[in-house]
T-cell receptor
């Protein structure tokens, strides 16, 4: 049984650019959530996808968007990057919203 | 508003010195309370889920307990490899997890 894998592990982008982060969910899981974790803080919920539909969103602007694919993998897209978007982005998968398994994250630095 | 508060923010222990971490929560309709361990630059690693007041779970040197307002993570005779940030999260009526800011634990030999 494979866990949750995220790519890339590290990324440096310039303010105003766009970025796509990827996540492969754990085998058998149909729900994917994305979290943003700033340094020294707890993870903050961005949004969740269940069977390819967004079914929950946190307090993040529309420039944060996502997709879930038929194989339950997922993408997080962020447009018009700002310096404050620098953080560890975590993907978590679950079966029907129960028991979340997290990936190792993508460290995004915006300069 | 649903909220999670963890204390202390940081804790330094001598190897073998037992202690407890606190997680206080305010949530409407608790579905579950989760404890995770997080090493620097890594994703959270699942430790425990607690569902109802009075429930307790143990794993090696860790024991988690739950009341109607708070949860404790007890660490018995810690070792240096227990050094990490410990995160508490609650799940309410929606699926999302609401996290505290964590307790950074350092265990010295």
């Amino acid at each position: 049984e494979t866990g949750v894998t995220q790519s890339p592990t590290h990324l440096i982008k310039t303010r105003g650019q766009q970025v796509t982060l990827r996540c492969s969910s754990q085998s058998g899981h149909n729900t994917v959530s994305w979290y943003q974790q700033a340094l020294g803080q707890g993870p903050q919920f961005i949004f969740q996808y269940y069977r390819e539909e967004e079914n929950g969103r946190g307090n993040f602007p529309p420039r944060f968007s996502g997709l879930q694919f038929p194989n339950y993998s997922s993408e997080l897209n962020v447009n018009a990057l700002e310096l404050d978007d620098s953080a560890l982005y975590l993907c978590a998968s679950s079966l029907d919203g129960e028991g979340y398994t997290f990936g190792s994250g993508t460290r995004l630095t915006v300069v | 508003e649903d909220q999670v508060t963890q204390s202390p923010e940081a804790l330094r222990l001598q190897e073998g010195e037992s202690s407890s971490l606190n997680c206080s929560y305010t949530v409407s309709g608790l579905r579950g309370l989760f404890w995770y361990r997080q090493d620097p630059g890594k994703g959270p690693e699942f430790l425990f889920t607690l569902y109802s007041a009075g429930e307790e779970k143990e794993k090696e040197r860790l024991k988690a307990t739950l009341t109607k307002k708070e949860s404790f993570l007890h660490i018995t005779a810690p070792k240096p490899e227990d050094s990490a940030t410990y995160l508490c999260a609650v799940q309410a009526n929606t699926d999302k997890l609401i996290f505290g800011t964590g307790t950074r634990l350092q265990v010295f030999p």
